[in-house]
Each structure stands twice: as C-alpha cells, then as structure tokens.
C-alpha cells in the first residue's frame, strides 16, 4: 500500500483529493494544512502569486520529506501537493494531508512538512504587485 503521495503539477490542486488519500478506518484523525494566495503583504496589494519549481529535484525532496515523516511520526498516510505557474487570490498553492491513529501524531506531521517544504524544496514564489513584483522564498 502507498503510503505517501507527492505531486507537483500546473492544475488547481484538488482538497479532496488530498483527504481522500489519507482517510483509513483506522485513523481517528487527519491534519490538513492548505496554503492560500492572500491579498496583501507587507503592506502591499498582492494581485497574483508565479510559484516555479526544479522540478525533478523538488520532488525528490518532497518525497524524502514524506519518508522522513512517515518514520518520525505515527502517522498512516502523508499527502504533499504543491501548484506552479500563476496563482489568483484564493487559490491554493500547497496542501498537506496527514492521518494517524491519534490527533497530535497527525498535527506535528504536518507542520513538520510544511516547515521543511519551505526551507529545503527548490520552489520559488514571484509576487506581483501594481508596482512590480519581486521573488521571495529564493531558498535554498
């Protein structure tokens, strides 16, 4: 039984999806983190968010990112979905999905994923501004 799904991909990622893949009988709790493209940052009104991606690499790290969760943690299933290209307010650039017997396993998988996706997976974010835009995010 698979036990992780990783994907990266230029279609609107899919919540459903992601829970449907993780839900088990057995588990008594399924974590979800959904990032979302926000209006504004620092002070500045956001129009669109171009998220890039090595793509090969970035899905190699996300998986490793999956196996070492799946190791560290008691959890069943882990889903890690990530979005490129232009992104409009509301859309959803990134979810993760975890499931575990009990709730706490499942929470600290998934913050575990998300932090360790932003520090070590080669995705890139452009923000667009009225006034131009600018990459954040340029690590690693």
């Not at 968010?49 to 998986?63: C, G, N, R, T, V």
């Not at 409009?88 to 999905?97: F, H, N």
Request: proline fraction near 4%; charged fraction near 20%; include cysteine.
């Amino acid at each position: 039984m698979k036990k992780s799904s990783v994907l990266i991909t230029p279609k609107k990622l899919n919540l459903q999806d992601c829970y449907d893949f993780v839900q088990a009988a057995s588990c008594g709790g399924i974590a979800l983190f959904v990032g979302t493209v926000r209006n504004s940052t620092k002070n500045k009104e956001v129009s669109l968010l171009d998220f890039s991606a090595y793509e090969p690499m970035a899905i190699k790290e996300m998986q490793k990112i999956a196996d070492l969760a799946l190791t560290k943690f008691q959890i069943h299933k882990l889903a890690i979905h990530h979005a490129v290209g232009e992104l409009q307010i509301g859309d959803i650039p990134v979810i993760i999905a975890v499931s575990s017997a009990h709730r706490n396993a499942a929470f600290e998988a998934c913050q575990f994923a998300i932090d360790t996706l932003k520090e070590t997976v080669p995705i890139w974010k452009k923000e667009h501004f009225e006034d131009g835009e600018v990459w954040v995010n340029s690590h690693p």
